[in-house]
């Protein structure tokens, strides 16, 4: 029996031990995952290669089926090379000029949110949270309203909303160990306000890890001189001119031409916060469209576009890739290249690409 007394010992002190993730600020966080660590988990300095992952809240769904639909989709993300997650999010506003944000249903609560961010940190994935408006009903009211051109009538009173909004989900990332918290998105008429920098103040109170801001592909150079954040980073959907059947090298090049004059400077500090394209040819026209009906499958142009973009954003010193997206209720086993939507890279050829560029970039 003294034998079984020792191992007992031994996995007690074990138990006690065990490193936990830490929140920003390097204290325990009282919802950081336990367990034993990935043998390769993200550490500071390296890029971040990552998955946004897009969830609409499902309310029906126990935080034990939210845990088992991030599982899956985790499982798919480590196996693909990635060392970082972002969850992205939607939150909601009436009209282009309506003065509050509001949530429903489809935005999950902090602590929702919270069950899925300890399932990463449990994978060893850097985690980001971003908040994501939801454009629906702006675009059914007018085809030129995107929320980029989100203008409210009275721009105290929408800060202040937004504030609040916000102040939750930054004290939960504070809690459970979240790396960055993207405070917003795409927001170009509104990245030049004054009232930017007392909201970052605010959220550093409650918050002291990375504060980000995702600006739009044709506005980055706005955002980085407006927008008081940590890292301004980039929703990458440039038009670059080049045709559908350009090769992987001359689409590389296209994106290096484009990064050079976008990023010209500190591109460490840059991630591309959304990299996405669809796999149809209008692609390279316009990446921003997700989907067209009725057009051709065009998984090559798609992998090409993908590959090219991972590469050219390594071989400038960019902070890293998100590649958008993966859904939460989705089954990446069950993936099914000929049929999902177009813009959806998993079981695609351009998955292997974007595989190898992971591969790659972490060997450096």
């Not at 939210?66 to 090379?81: E, N």
């Not at 998105?185 to 980000?212: K, M």
């Not at 995702?214 to 008081?228: H, I, K, L, Y």
């Not at 090049?253 to 669809?278: C, H, I, M, N």
Request: proline letters at 7%; a negative charge; charged letters at 20%.
């Amino acid at each position: 029996m003294r034998w079984l007394v020792g191992i007992v010992v031994v996995l007690l002190v074990a138990a006690v031990t065990w490193p936990r993730p830490d929140t920003p600020d390097g204290t325990a966080g009282s919802g950081a995952a336990d367990g034993p660590r990935p043998a390769v988990a993200w550490q500071p300095g390296q890029p971040q290669l990552g998955v946004q992952l897009y969830w609409v809240d499902v309310p029906s769904d126990t935080t034990e089926v939210l845990r088992r639909k991030a599982d899956r989709i985790l499982d798919h993300v480590v196996g693909l090379g990635a060392n970082s997650l972002s969850i992205s999010f939607p939150f909601f506003t009436e009209t282009i000029t309506a003065n509050r944000v509001v949530v429903d249903e489809r935005t999950p609560s902090p602590e929702r949110l919270a069950a899925v961010v300890d399932e990463a940190r449990r994978s060893g994935l850097r985690v980001s949270i971003r908040p994501l408006l939801d454009e629906r009903n702006l675009v059914e009211a007018d085809s030129r309203n995107w929320r980029g051109r989100l203008d409210p009538a009275d721009r105290d009173a929408w800060f202040a909303s937004y504030r609040d909004f916000l102040a939750p989900y930054l004290q939960m990332a504070q809690g459970h160990g979240v790396q960055t918290v993207v405070i917003g998105a795409e927001l170009n008429v509104l990245q030049t306000d004054r009232r930017w920098a007392d909201l970052v103040e605010d959220a550093r109170r409650t918050y002291s890890g990375e504060l980000g801001y995702a600006a739009n592909w044709d506005s980055f150079g706005q955002a980085a001189r407006s927008v008081p954040v940590d890292t301004v980073g980039i929703d990458a959907y440039p038009r670059l001119g080049i045709p559908a059947n350009a090769t992987t090298a001359q689409m590389q090049l296209a994106w290096r031409r484009w990064l050079q004059q976008t990023v010209p400077s500190a591109p460490g500090d840059v991630p591309l916060y959304e990299l996405g394209a669809a796999a149809e040819a209008g692609t390279v026209t316009d990446p921003a469209v997700p989907h067209t009906a009725g057009a051709p499958l065009d998984e090559g142009v798609q992998a090409r576009w993908l590959g090219a973009a991972c590469r050219a954003a390594q071989a400038h010193g960019l902070g890293g890739v998100y590649l958008w997206k993966m859904e939460l209720d989705a089954d990446p086993a069950l993936a099914d290249p000929v049929g999902d939507l177009h813009d959806s890279w998993v079981g695609r050829t351009a998955e292997t690409a974007l595989r190898q560029c992971f591969a790659d970039w972490s060997a450096r």
